[in-house]
């Protein structure tokens, strides 16, 4: 049974961890996290930006294979199924497609248009028990198409979204999707804190999760980050262990091209970096 996320951020937040969310892309990637979750007693939050539930035909299909998994596979850690940068259309689709929970990122519209819809969205998912993330200041780098900077988001706009009762924000901080350059300034911890004290104590979410260093993620921790998105570095290891079997010709040895032999050390990679990163995260055993 897939559950909302706002009762493992709360915990969360008043056990100075953080729940990881970890996105999703198909089947592999669904049961590697999972299964991860559970051999680790960790809660955990499967991610699906718009993109890829097109590219895994819909949020219903999404929908649908995540809950029968954590069924067949006896899942009984919690588990969130969560709509990652939602546009308005996107994040209404996914409450009815039965995701727990959603994200509205309204980052790129006027802070009036942002309030106007998050309230709207705030009061759709509440009625049917979703949990659900705004956002205030885009996340830098690549995002299904849009580009952004990784700006520093203003503490007086997020406490005003922060206040339409939504249950987690993410806030940049300097932050970015994908690989950080090398000139990369850091997150910026004055602003977390300027954020955290403005937001009323409100659980805030870390996008871009892939390549900060650990002593800046469990400082974030510290400063009231609950929720830390991570995508690319999943992808990464996926892509470098498949490389690898087939580098090394196993693809032709056998039945070494059956999809299920092909895919099974990219599977085992992403499983050893969600350990890894639930290990950072400090979550594991708080399910």
């Known amino acids: 049974?897939?559950?909302?996320?706002?009762?493992?951020?709360?915990?969360?937040?008043?056990?100075?961890?953080?729940?990881?969310?970890?996105?999703?892309?198909?089947?592999?990637?669904?049961?590697?996290?999972?299964?991860?979750?559970?051999?680790?007693?960790?809660?955990?939050i499967l991610g699906v930006s718009e993109g890829a539930g097109k590219y895994m035909t819909g949020f219903k299909t999404v929908a649908a294979m995540v809950d029968a998994m954590v069924d067949s596979l006896g899942i009984t850690v919690p588990v969130a199924l969560h709509l990652d940068h939602g546009s308005y259309e996107g994040a209404k689709a996914c409450i009815e497609a039965g995701f727990s929970s959603i994200m509205f990122d309204g980052s790129h519209y006027s802070i009036e248009e942002n309030v106007a819809k998050t309230t709207e969205l705030v009061e759709?998912?509440?009625?049917?028990?979703?949990?659900?993330?705004?956002e205030v200041g885009s996340i830098g780098?690549?995002?299904?198409?849009?580009?952004?900077?990784?700006?520093?988001a203003d503490p007086e706009e997020c406490h005003k979204i922060s206040s339409l009762g939504i249950d987690f924000l993410a806030a940049g901080i300097g932050n970015?999707?994908?690989?950080y350059p090398a000139n990369w300034k850091g997150l910026d911890f004055e602003a977390l804190d300027k954020i955290h004290n403005a937001t009323d104590n409100i659980p805030l979410v870390l996008h871009g999760g892939t390549g900060i260093p650990a002593d800046m993620i469990k400082k974030a921790i510290s400063l009231g980050v609950s929720k830390i998105n991570v995508n690319t570095e999943c992808q990464l290891s996926f892509a470098a262990a498949t490389r690898e079997y087939v580098e090394?010709?196993?693809?032709?040895?056998?039945?070494?091209?059956?999809?299920?032999?092909?895919?099974?050390?990219?599977?085992?990679?992403i499983k050893a970096t969600v350990k890894e990163k639930m290990e950072l995260f400090g979550s594991v055993n708080k399910a």
């Open 1 to 44: 049974m897939l559950v909302s996320a706002t009762e493992m951020l709360k915990k969360a937040r008043d056990g100075h961890y953080a729940v990881g969310q970890f996105n999703i892309n198909n089947l592999e990637w669904t049961k590697a996290i999972l299964l991860t979750a559970q051999e680790l007693n960790s809660p955990v």
């Open 124 to 134: 759709l998912a509440h009625s049917k028990g979703l949990s659900i993330e705004a």
């Open 141 to 152: 780098g690549e995002e299904d198409g849009v580009v952004g900077a990784g700006e520093v």
């Open 176 to 179: 970015i999707h994908g690989k």
């Open 248 to 269: 090394a010709g196993k693809d032709l040895q056998g039945k070494g091209f059956d999809p299920r032999k092909l895919l099974a050390p990219g599977f085992e990679a």
